[in-house]
T-cell receptor, first 115, second 109 residues
Framework: ETGVTQSPTHLIKTRGQQVTLRCSSQ?????VSWYQQALGQGPQFIFQ???????GRGNFPPRFSGLQFPNYSSELNVNALELDDSALYLC??????????????FGPGTRLLVL | GENVEQHPSTLSVQEGDSAVIKCTYS??????FPWYKQELGKRPQLIID?????GEKKDQRIAVTLNKTAKHFSLHITETQPEDSAVYFC????????FGPGTRLSVLP
């Protein structure tokens, strides 16, 4: 198992609510990437944080936002939840950012259900 | 961005047989080639990776081969076991991984 942890493990919300998901990166890692994985599909890149700055973003609307703290842990915030936001949210930590660097190690994920 | 092409999309093998999954890439500058395994309800797990200065890497029953000329790399699993049943991904991209739909491997007892 990796040293990447996520909380909570499961979450149920209703449409229009807001949610915050948390990720603790592996010791020594300074980069956290967030992914959304719908059932039966591969993970889709949301964004990456490197040394507390956003370092790349996928095709997700602004209501998906994030934060990285000085200890390199990270939060994913989703506002105005929609039914299609129901998915497994994965974070992955790595050391360094940029082409070819930083093998990514995934956390166990947070399963979000929006009703 | 880079496209991910992975073949086959599903693969069924008898226990003890070998399985091969192929991933094609387009970016000539790619220098890192990982394979992830995701069992049902679990996290993607890195099982093997290779850098562009190496043509082949092996770890027990798992191997990865890289063909830079043809721009593809393959995952080889020998002596398959039921616990190898999972979805396998070859994410592409530099700093931001692009995942395709993966290959669903079923090992039949």
């Amino acid at each position: 198992e990796t040293g990447v942890t996520q909380s909570p493990t499961h979450l149920i919300k209703t449409r229009g609510q807001q949610v915050t998901l948390r990720c603790s990166s592996q010791s020594g890692h300074n980069t956290v990437s967030w992914y959304q994985q719908a059932l039966g599909q591969g993970p889709q890149f949301i964004f990456q944080y490197y040394r507390e700055e956003e370092n790349g973003r996928g095709n997700f609307p602004p209501r998906f936002s994030g934060l990285q703290f000085p200890n390199y842990s990270s939060e994913l915030n989703v506002n105005a939840l929609e039914l299609d936001d129901s998915a497994l949210y994965l974070c992955a930590s790595s050391l360094g950012a940029g082409r070819g660097r930083g093998t990514q190690y995934f956390g166990p994920g947070t399963r979000l259900l929006v009703l | 961005g880079e496209n991910v092409e992975q073949h086959p999309s599903t693969l069924s093998v008898q226990e003890g047989d070998s399985a091969v999954i192929k991933c094609t890439y387009s970016d000539s500058a790619s220098n890192y080639f990982p394979w992830y395994k995701q069992e049902l309800g679990k996290r993607p797990q890195l099982i093997i990776d290779i850098r562009s200065n190496v043509g082949e890497k092996k770890d027990q029953r798992i191997a990865v081969t890289l063909n830079k000329t043809a721009k593809h790399f393959s995952l080889h699993i020998t002596e398959t076991q039921p616990e190898d049943s999972a979805v396998y991904f070859c994410p592409r991209g530099g700093q931001n991984f692009v995942f395709g739909p993966g290959t669903r491997l079923s090992v039949l007892p």
